[in-house]
């Protein structure tokens, strides 16, 4: 039974304080949305494109062009509504952002300000086995996306990239109900995982297509369930904004840094002014960028290109009906029918590729052969160090869910001996082959036949009569022997026949 009352511990981070403190995060999460096109144009989204060239006139805002909307970022974002069960929004409407940036040709942003597509959901956040924490979402809405100022080419000017332009994002914006760095991380590993699943947004950090603006205050301690009890914001202290994180690692520091630095100002009497702040991961340290800007500051207004967006319940029952088995559906399904640790189904639906890879291996076993276990005790211990060896993901694995299906099978079958097994991996992952085919090519079944077992003892004793007669007076002396045998087989001979005879043979 999953335990959803979890608290996170009093962050360490009050070390030195003079009070208790309680730190309070609620994060903004930007995903770019999967989609081949823009969320008003045409222009191909496809990542390192030569600079400019992924531009329609409309990301451009070259006068009297109209944005069209996507229906299938629509679409996207209905399924990401979808799947953190969120109520989908069949009225939305479009707003405009305004503000000068340099990589913003328009001067606005167009967003969804007063009806988000996708209204209250939540994300359960695994904090160990068995704990979680339920962190509510208030909302999803699209948006578009700006261009790229580039300082670091010309040391005299600055370039600008408008392939990022209008591209479509979802920000996912969670309520302040995450209660440390690591949380805070569990949180955003765990919305990834899904919007893998789900095929949304590909999670990838690095290409910037998903990033997080951290809020972070910090309160005196019991002032947070005060806050859950009334939902008032009153209850809680002056938050500052940490801007477009994209590594979960300098995501934890920042907050770290930023809760001391909140605290060290309350206890010194001062007070915290609500800002937007960037973290620098070589100072590890927050920086004030610029005081926090309130939604009148941007003038937004409905943006009078766009008609409101109207979709119909049919609609989004149909994408309902076509959503995959989700990651917590799936952990779940693994631990009952496959007998499974809460470690084993945990690690399988990490991601969904490896997900798959175990469905197909004990798809293509036999029936009620292989356990689920031993499927995952082969992916999780022995393929899995492998590919980490070579820098290869589950897509890439050269061993295919069938081989591993038939090599499992012949040790089980007793056609191999579990030593031979992990040779035989090693030949299937490096040269391929059909691992039955090899197993008899290369001579590698199991010897279960005791007569050829007796022989090779015998010829082992018979050369050393002096490490006998040691072994008869200390029978921990036998494992010599057993090693003995086990090479003149080429490790082929059944380990447990093998431990019989020598035992027998000792005593006799
Ligand atoms: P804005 O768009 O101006 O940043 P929002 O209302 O969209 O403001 O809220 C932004 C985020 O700030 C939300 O994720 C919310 O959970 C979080 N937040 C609000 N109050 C606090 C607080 N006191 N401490 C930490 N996070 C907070
Ligand atoms: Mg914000």
């Not at 167009?110 to 208030?138: F, K, T």
């Amino acid at each position: 039974m999953l335990d959803t009352t979890y608290t996170a511990p009093a962050p360490k981070i009050i070390a030195g304080a003079k009070h208790d403190w309680e730190l309070v995060i609620g994060l903004e999460v930007h995903a770019q949305v999967s989609s081949k096109a823009k969320l008003f144009s045409g222009a191909s989204t496809k990542f390192g494109n030569e600079p400019n060239s992924n531009v329609a006139f409309v990301d451009a805002a070259m006068p009297g062009m109209l944005p069209v909307i996507n229906e299938y970022c629509v679409e996207q974002a209905v399924r990401t509504g979808l799947g953190l069960k969120a109520d989908i929004n069949l009225y939305s409407a479009f707003d405009r952002k305004n503000y000068f940036y340099p990589d913003l040709p328009q001067g606005y942003q167009i967003s969804q300000l007063y009806h988000p597509i996708v209204g209250e959901g939540e994300i359960l956040v695994e904090m160990g086995e068995g704990i979680a924490r339920v962190v509510r979402v208030e909302r999803i809405h699209l948006e578009q996306d700006a261009g790229k100022s580039i300082h670091d080419m010309d040391p005299n000017m600055s370039f600008v990239d408008l392939n990022r332009t209008g591209v479509a994002l979802m920000e996912i914006v969670s309520r302040p109900d995450i209660r440390g760095p690591e949380e805070a991380a569990a949180y955003v590993t765990k919305l990834r995982q899904i919007l893998r699943y789900l095929g949304t947004c590909d999670g990838n950090m690095q290409n910037g297509n998903l990033r997080a603006d951290v809020n972070v205050s910090v309160c005196r301690a019991g002032q947070y369930e005060k806050y859950m009890e009334t939902q008032d914001f009153d209850h809680l202290g002056t938050r500052c904004e940490i801007k477009n994180m994209n590594s979960m690692r300098f995501m934890q520091a920042a907050i770290d840094f930023e809760a001391r630095r909140q605290i060290a100002i309350l206890e010194d009497g001062g007070e915290v002014h609500q800002e937007t702040r960037l973290y620098d991961p070589d100072k590890n340290e927050t920086r004030s960028m610029r005081s926090k800007e309130e939604a009148h500051d941007y003038r937004y207004f409905p943006c009078p290109d766009l008609l409101p967006l109207e979709i119909e319940q049919a609609w989004v029952d149909d994408i309902a009906a076509s959503l995959p088995e989700l990651p917590d559906d799936k952990k779940s399904r693994f631990i009952n029918d496959f007998d499974m640790s809460d470690y084993d189904a945990s690690v399988l639906t990490a991601d969904v590729a490896t997900a798959h890879y175990f469905e197909e291996v004990i798809e293509a076993s036999e029936p009620d052969t292989i356990s689920g276990k031993m499927a995952a005790n082969w992916i999780v211990n022995v393929l899995f160090s492998y590919l980490k060896k070579d820098n290869l993901s589950i897509t890439d694995c050269p061993v295919t869910p069938n081989q591993l299906a038939s090599q499992i099978q012949l040790e089980l079958s007793g056609e191999i001996n579990g030593k031979i097994a992990k040779d035989l991996f090693e030949i299937v992952y490096t040269e391929g082959g059909d691992p039955a085919e090899i197993v008899e090519n290369r001579g590698m079944k199991q010897v279960t036949d005791t007569g050829a077992i007796e022989a090779a003892v015998d010829e082992i004793m018979a050369a050393n009569p002096a490490q006998v007669e040691k072994a008869k007076q200390n029978p921990k002396l036998a494992g010599w022997f057993v090693g003995q045998v086990m090479k003149a087989t080429g490790g082929k001979a059944n380990p447990k026949a093998v431990n019989q005879i020598i035992a027998a043979k000792l005593k006799g």
